[in-house]
C-alpha cells in the first residue's frame, strides 16, 4: 500500500506532466495557430483554397471506390456489374493486336520489298567454289604425280613414266563433273586437262569473284534463279573472258548461284508494330454493362474487373493521383493569374468563395451527370452558368479563366473526352462575352440563346469534321444547355449578391429605378435636391465611358449620394426656391454641423434601406475631406479677429477611394458651380469646370483615387460637352399679341 506521501507525490508528479504537456502544446501548437488565423491574408484565404480543393478531388473521386467482387472464372456472375468509369479492354484490345500482328507478319513476309540480301550466301558460295576446284585437282592430281618423275621402285630419280591418256584424262574431268552438277563441253574438259596448276588458281580466282559480285549485288528469289543462271554469261567478268574459258566460267557460276533473299527481320518487325499501333484501344465506357447477371465469368470479365479496381474492391490510386495533380496544376492556374492581374480578388475571401461555390456547383452537377449511362450527358453540363455569374458578379477577364478550368474539370469527369471540353469551353466564353453589358434582365434571356446557338454549332462542327453521328443527331443539347445555364442565372443570382453581398448589374438597374423608395422619397421631400442627382448622374457617366470606369456604378451611385439631404431639405439652397434662406438666422458653424450632417444622415438612410456598400461609398466619399468654404468664410469675418478652426468647417470624409466616387465628387461639384453662372458661355464653363478640378487635385482629394492627369483631362472635357448641351444659348421667342395670332390662323382675315 502507498503512503498518503507516496500517493501526494505521484499526483504533483502527473500534475507537473500536465503542465508540461499544455505548456508544449501552447507554445509549439496553439499559439503558431493563433496567430496564423489572426492574419485573414494568408491563413483564412489559404484555409478556404484547401477547403475548395478538397471538396473539387472529392467529388472528382466520389465512386472510385467501389463494392468488392469475390468471382474467379468459370463462376456465375450474381448481379449485373456497371462500369464506374471508362476502361480499356485489354483482353479484346489483345486479341485484335495479335490477329493484326499475324495478318502483317503474312502480308509482309508476301512482299518482295521486305525481303533483302543475305551476305551469308556469297561466303556460301565461295565454298561451293572451293569445292568443285578441289574435286577438280583431286582428278588431275594422278596426272600431276606421274608426270613429276619416274617409278618410285626403280629408284630414279627424273626417270620418264609412261603419261595417262588424255582420253582417259578428259573421262576422268567428266565423271567428277557430273559428280558435281556441272554441264561441260569436251572441249571445255580437254581445256580443263591441258591446264597447269597456276591456270587452274586463276581460274578459281576469276570464278570466285564474279559468283560472290553476283551473289552480293543480284537479288536472286527462288523462282528467278534459271533466269538468273541464264543471264550469268552477260556478266562481265565472263563475257570479256576468252573464247576457251568462257564456258568454264559461266558453267561453274551457274552452278554455285543459289537464291540469296532472306526475309528482313527490321521491315517484318516494323510491319508488325504498325498493324499492332493501327488498332485502337477497345473501351467500356461508363456506365457500360460489363457481366450480366447468370452469365459465365470469363478470363475478359476478370481482367476488366481487375482493371476497374472491382474485383479486390480497392480504389483506383493511379486515376486518384492523376485527378490530384490535375487539379492542383488547375488551382495553380487560376491562382497565378488572380495573384498578378486580379489582386484585390486574390486577396478578398468573399470573392474567392464566389469563384470556388460557382465552379464546384458546376462540377457537382456533372458529377451527377456522370451516373447516367448516356454518352450526351456530358453536353449537358452548364458551364455557361459559371461563365455568366462570374462575369455578372466578379469580372469578365477572371470569368475566362474560371470557364477554362471548369470546362478541363467537366471534361476529365467524362473521361477527358475532348468534345465535352469543346462544347463547354464555347458555350462558356460564349457566356461571357453575351453579358459583357447588360442594361436588363432579359438580356440574360438573350444570352441564354446565344450560349446555346454556339454550342449547338460547336457541335455540329464536331460532328462534320469527326463524321459524329452522335455530335450531329443530338446537337440539340447545346441549346438545352443555353438555356439551363440562363435559367439557372436568373435563380441564382438574387442568392449569390446577397450572401457575399456583390452588386451586379442587374442589382444596379433595380436601384436605378425611380419608383425606387428612396428615390420617390428623395423627389418628394427634396425635388431640386433629385433633379440635382440626375444632372450629376448624367455627368459623372459620361466622364466614365471616357477614362474607361464603370458608367452604370457612377450614375447609380450619383442618383442616391445626396440622399442625406431629405432629412432637412429645407437648409439646401436647391430645395428653398426663393423662399427664406435658414441659415440666415443661424451660426455658420451650425450652419455647416447642418450642411456636413447630410452625409451622415445618408448613410443611415441608406442602411435602413438595405442599399449594397458600393453605393454608401458614394454618400460617404462624394465630399471626400473637402471644406465648407462658404461658411467658413462667413465665420471669418464674425469672428472679428479671433481664431477659427478650419476643421470644424471640412467633412469628415473619407476621401474617394476608387476611380467612380472621384468622378461623383467632381460631377457634383462641377454641376453645383456651372448653376451659379449668370452667362454660362461654353468658354466661362470650360474654364470653370477645369478651375474646380485643379482645386479638387491641388487640395489632395483626388489622392486616393487611381485618377492619373490624363483621367482628369478627359473627365473636363466630357464635362464640358455635356453642361454645354444642358446650358446652351436659347433663342428669345418674340411677343405676339392674341389679336395678331388669331388673325394669322385665320383664312378669312388672312384673305382680307
Do not use: C
Not at 521491315?267 to 477497345?282: G, L, W, Y
Not at 458529377?367 to 455568366?388: C, D, Q, R, S
Not at 452522335?470 to 443570382?493: K, R
Amino acid at each position: 500500500m502507498t503512503t498518503k506521501e507516496e500517493r501526494g507525490a505521484q499526483g504533483s508528479a502527473r500534475a507537473k506532466g500536465i503542465r508540461q504537456w499544455w505548456t508544449y502544446w501552447r507554445t509549439r501548437v496553439w499559439d503558431p495557430l493563433e496567430q496564423l488565423f489572426r492574419r485573414p491574408s494568408s491563413a483564412r484565404r489559404a484555409l478556404l483554397v484547401v477547403g475548395l480543393f478538397l471538396i473539387m478531388f472529392t467529388l472528382a473521386v466520389a465512386n472510385t471506390v467501389p463494392d468488392a467482387i469475390d468471382w474467379q472464372v468459370g463462376d456465375v456472375a450474381t448481379r449485373d456489374v456497371v462500369a464506374p468509369r471508362d476502361v480499356v479492354n485489354r483482353y479484346r484490345t489483345e486479341l485484335l493486336r495479335e490477329e493484326a500482328a499475324r495478318q502483317a507478319l503474312r502480308e509482309a513476309e508476301l512482299d518482295p520489298a521486305n525481303w533483302e540480301i543475305n551476305p551469308a550466301e556469297a561466303l556460301r558460295s565461295e565454298e561451293r567454289v572451293a569445292a568443285i576446284f578441289a574435286a577438280f585437282r583431286d582428278a588431275l592430281s594422278q596426272e600431276s604425280a606421274v608426270s613429276a618423275g619416274g617409278d618410285p621402285a626403280a629408284g630414279g630419280e627424273g626417270a620418264e613414266a609412261p603419261a595417262l591418256d588424255v582420253d582417259e584424262l578428259v573421262g576422268r574431268l567428266a565423271d567428277t563433273a557430273a559428280e558435281l552438277g556441272l554441264t561441260l563441253s569436251p572441249d571445255a574438259l580437254a581445256m580443263l586437262a591441258g591446264m597447269n596448276a597456276r591456270q587452274l588458281d586463276e581460274l578459281e580466282a576469276a570464278v570466285r569473284s564474279v559468283a560472290v559480285d553476283i551473289m552480293q549485288r543480284r537479288r536472286i528469289a527462288e523462282a528467278d534463279l534459271e533466269r538468273e543462271r541464264e543471264a550469268v554469261a552477260l556478266h562481265p567478268g565472263i563475257r570479256d573472258a576468252a573464247p576457251g574459258r568462257r564456258e568454264l566460267l559461266a558453267a561453274v557460276v551457274q552452278a554455285v548461284i543459289r537464291p540469296n533473299l532472306i526475309p528482313s527481320p527490321e521491315k517484318i518487325e516494323r510491319a508488325r508494330q504498325e498493324a499492332v499501333r493501327s488498332v485502337a484501344d477497345v473501351r467500356i465506357r461508363e456506365g457500360q454493362i460489363i457481366i450480366r447477371r447468370g452469365d459465365q465469368v470469363e478470363q475478359e470479365h476478370i481482367m476488366l474487373l481487375q482493371d476497374l479496381g472491382l474485383l479486390d474492391g480497392r480504389p483506383n490510386y493511379a486515376f486518384m493521383a492523376g485527378m490530384l495533380v490535375f487539379l492542383a496544376l488547375l488551382f495553380a492556374m487560376v491562382a497565378v493569374y488572380l495573384r498578378q492581374h486580379r489582386r484585390k480578388i486574390f486577396e478578398s475571401d468573399a470573392q474567392l468563395a464566389l469563384l470556388g461555390l460557382v465552379v464546384i456547383l458546376v462540377t457537382g452537377l456533372a458529377k451527377v451527370g456522370t451516373f447516367v449511362a448516356w454518352e450526351g450527358t456530358g453536353f449537358l453540363v452548364p458551364v455557361g452558368l459559371a461563365g455568366l455569374l462570374v462575369t455578372l458578379l466578379v469580372d469578365s477577364q477572371v470569368a475566362i479563366v474560371v470557364t477554362i478550368m471548369t470546362s478541363a474539370v467537366v471534361a476529365a469527369l467524362f473521361g477527358l473526352d475532348g468534345r465535352v471540353f469543346l462544347v463547354a469551353l464555347a458555350g462558356g466564353l460564349a457566356a461571357v462575352y453575351s453579358v459583357s453589358k447588360v442594361s436588363q434582365r432579359s438580356d440574360l434571356t438573350r444570352a441564354g440563346f446565344i450560349v446555346g446557338g454556339v454550342a449547338f454549332l460547336t457541335m455540329v462542327t464536331l460532328g462534320l469534321l469527326r463524321s459524329d453521328t452522335f455530335l450531329l443527331q443530338y446537337s440539340f443539347l447545346g441549346l438545352l444547355n443555353g438555356v439551363v445555364s440562363a435559367v439557372g442565372t436568373i435563380g441564382l443570382l438574387p442568392y449569390l449578391e446577397t450572401l457575399f453581398r456583390i452588386t451586379s448589374s442587374l442589382r444596379l438597374l433595380e436601384l436605378s429605378n425611380p419608383n425606387h423608395p428612396l428615390l420617390r422619397k428623395l423627389l418628394m421631400e427634396a425635388p431640386g435636391s433629385y433633379h440635382h442627382s440626375i444632372l450629376v448622374g448624367n455627368l459623372a457617366e459620361a466622364a466614365a465611358e471616357a477614362i474607361g470606369a464603370d458608367p452604370l456604378l457612377v450614375r447609380v451611385g450619383a442618383q442616391y449620394h445626396d440622399i442625406g439631404k431629405t432629412k432637412r431639405p429645407y437648409f439646401f439652397v436647391e430645395n428653398q426656391f426663393g423662399g427664406e434662406n435658414p441659415h440666415d438666422k443661424i451660426s455658420p458653424t451650425l450652419s455647416t454641423l447642418i450642411i456636413i450632417s447630410h452625409v451622415k444622415d445618408g448613410v443611415e438612410l441608406a442602411k435602413e434601406y438595405q442599399l449594397p456598400p458600393v453605393i454608401i461609398d458614394f454618400i460617404r466619399e462624394h465630399h471626400g475631406t473637402d471644406l465648407v468654404k462658404y461658411f467658413y468664410q462667413k465665420a471669418l469675418e464674425n469672428a472679428q479677429g479671433e481664431p477659427v478652426d478650419e476643421r470644424d468647417f471640412r467633412y469628415p470624409g473619407p476621401k474617394p477611394q476608387s476611380k467612380e466616387t472621384a468622378l461623383v465628387m467632381l460631377a457634383d461639384a462641377v454641376e453645383a458651380a456651372v448653376r451659379s453662372l449668370a452667362r454660362p458661355t461654353p468658354g466661362r464653363i470650360e474654364g470653370l469646370v477645369r478651375r474646380l478640378i485643379r482645386e479638387r487635385l491641388e487640395s489632395g482629394q483626388l489622392d486616393e483615387s487611381d485618377l492619373t492627369l490624363r483621367d482628369l483631362d478627359k473627365i473636363a472635357d466630357a464635362f464640358v460637352r455635356v453642361l454645354t448641351g444642358i446650358f446652351h444659348r436659347r433663342i428669345e421667342y418674340p411677343d405676339i399679341k392674341e389679336q395678331d395670332l388669331r388673325k394669322s390662323l385665320d383664312p378669312e382675315a388672312r384673305r382680307a
